[in-house]
């Protein structure tokens, strides 16, 4: 496709979208964004249409009817949608208790795990050079050394996890 033939079908294009798109209830940038991207996507496969410009009016009428039927079909919010950030109190307590429980749990792992996990649960948020400093140990070992104590923290979890789950 030559740059000639997209400069000569984009007034066209900018017509018919214009004169479809109220009666869609679209933009008409929208239509032809669609109708570029289908005809993108003909090329690909079969080629350059033998009549650009009827296909162009055709895709474009074709457009407008998908965008039509979509809109009988798909119904607006009435209102915003019902997670809007804020947290309940009920939220609040749940997290604190798993806050809480979480923290018990990393001061039961074995060696170095708690202190590691604890810098890295830190509201501060070190970064692992800090860490580093702070423990004492190399950065390049934090990495491994983390895996190791979540696999740990794993292992400690997975009783108290799987009692709380329903059963039945």
């Known amino acids: 496709m030559t740059h000639d033939l997209l400069v000569a079908l984009r007034p066209l294009l900018a017509a018919e979208a214009s ?3 109220h009666a869609s ?3 008409p940038g929208d239509l032809e964004q669609a109708v570029w991207l289908r005809l993108l996507e003909l090329l690909e496969t079969e080629g350059l249409p033998h009549d650009p410009q009827s296909w162009l009016r055709g895709a474009v009428r074709g457009e407008a009817s998908r965008v039509r039927r979509t809109h009988g079909v798909e119904r607006p919010y009435d209102l915003e949608p019902a997670d809007d950030g804020e947290r309940g109190p009920e939220h609040l307590a749940l997290a604190s208790v798993h806050r ?3 923290r018990a749990a990393v001061r039961r792992l074995p060696g ?3 202190r590691l996990l604890e810098a890295l649960l830190s509201p501060r948020d070190l970064t692992y050079r800090e860490i580093a400093v702070e423990l004492g140990i190399p950065q390049g070992g934090i990495g491994p050394e983390r895996s190791r104590c979540l696999g740990c923290l794993r292992r400690l979890l997975a009783p108290e996890v799987a009692a709380r789950r329903a059963r039945g």
Request: with cysteine.
């Open 19 to 21: 004169a479809e798109a």
């Open 25 to 27: 209830g679209t933009e």
């Open 100 to 102: 809480r429980a979480l």
């Open 112 to 114: 170095r795990c708690p």
